[in-house]
């Protein structure tokens, strides 16, 4: 998990935690995978057999083979969706000096949806899932992520729980305000026992008690 931070840490909020990371299943990567092993390492061992002398040219060729399963590696690596307590990340590098991120917190998620067809992909367990936003203004899609399900029961259950943090505070927040709004009306209007009031000031307990005295009457 320390890697996974070193690695994307700088796309999240301060104080922002990940519970996981989606990344493509590699049988996404197959067909692209085996074109650049025919082109880069199948091909040159051919012309090199029937053409010894040509032994460094075609090393090189190979070198340059290596290098283009690394960017493709590369890019399968930072084509993910980090799944936090806050939001679900969507990040992106189509190039090592480009990178792009879509962020939709969870009370902005309308819904999650996946689709797994074909033989391979039910066998294997990877489909496409889908994230939409409230209202429909738009939409994040992970194609070819691993175990679909699972995502979609893990977006679900750290929605519920941000929702619900974020109702409890909202609603704490909120009853402190008006509490405090009401405290500075009793100030202003004056209380039967001015004494009550000073004490009532540097305790927040006998705070609440002259407030509910208060509303009773």
Known sequence: MKF??????EYLEKGE???AVIHRNLAVMTPLFFKVFVVGFFLPIAILFFFPTLFWPMIGWMI???LAIFYHLYDWYYYVWLITDRAVVDVRSPGLFE??????EYHM??????TISGFWRTVLGYGDV?????????????????NPKRIERFILKYQEEYMNHHNYSSHDNLKSLLSGM???HMKKMGTENPEELEKVEATPVE???VIKRVVRR
């Open 64 to 66: 340059l083979g290596f």
């Open 130 to 146: 889908t994230l939409e936003k409230v209202g429909g203004s738009s939409r994040m899609s992970m194609p070819g992520a691993n």
């Open 109 to 114: 998620v309308e819904g999650v949806s996946y």
């Open 4 to 9: 996974t931070y070193y690695f994307f840490g």
């Open 182 to 184: 009401l405290y500075e």
């Open 17 to 19: 935690k990940i519970h």
């Open 99 to 104: 990178v792009s991120t879509t962020r939709i």
């Open 207 to 209: 705070k609440k008690k």
